[in-house]
């Protein structure tokens, strides 16, 4: 049995993270005019999130509920990266705790909670 995230979760991740690399572009060339720093971290902090985010988004076929739970959760991370440059590397550093969440949501949640979560955001 395969599994793949709803298509409505791609879309809205989708549409957070490319108003977010737009917002953090605009500011990055809002200042060419002062200091150059955030232009040329721009690659760095921006597209390669971004890259990664849409190498996750175009996976299908996950062989089990929870990959795609901790591929949604990966994703939601690179979106928090490239939208809260600030904390960058504490969430970099924090993926592991992507997925012990998703794993103790696999083991220690109620089973009525896990099946309305995963019927609403695994297809």
Do not use: C, H
């Not at 599994?3 to 690399?21: D, E, G, K, M, T």
């Not at 902090?45 to 190498?55: D, M, Y």
């Not at 591929?71 to 997925?99: C, D, E, H, K, N």
């Amino acid at each position: 049995m395969q599994f793949n995230p709803q298509p409505w979760v791609i879309w809205v991740l989708s549409l957070f993270v490319f108003s977010a690399v737009g917002q953090r572009a605009f500011d990055a060339v809002v200042s060419l005019s002062g200091d150059k720093t955030e232009f040329l971290a721009l690659p760095l902090t921006v597209l390669i999130p971004a890259l990664a985010f849409l190498f996750l988004a175009t996976r299908k076929d996950m062989s089990s509920a929870e990959g795609v739970l901790m591929q949604i959760g990966t994703m939601i991370q690179l979106l928090l990266i490239i939208a809260l440059p600030g904390f960058a590397l504490y969430l970099a550093l924090g993926f592991p705790v992507v997925f012990l969440v998703i794993e103790l949501f696999e083991t220690r949640a109620p089973t009525i909670f896990r099946s309305w979560i995963k019927v609403r955001v695994i297809a």
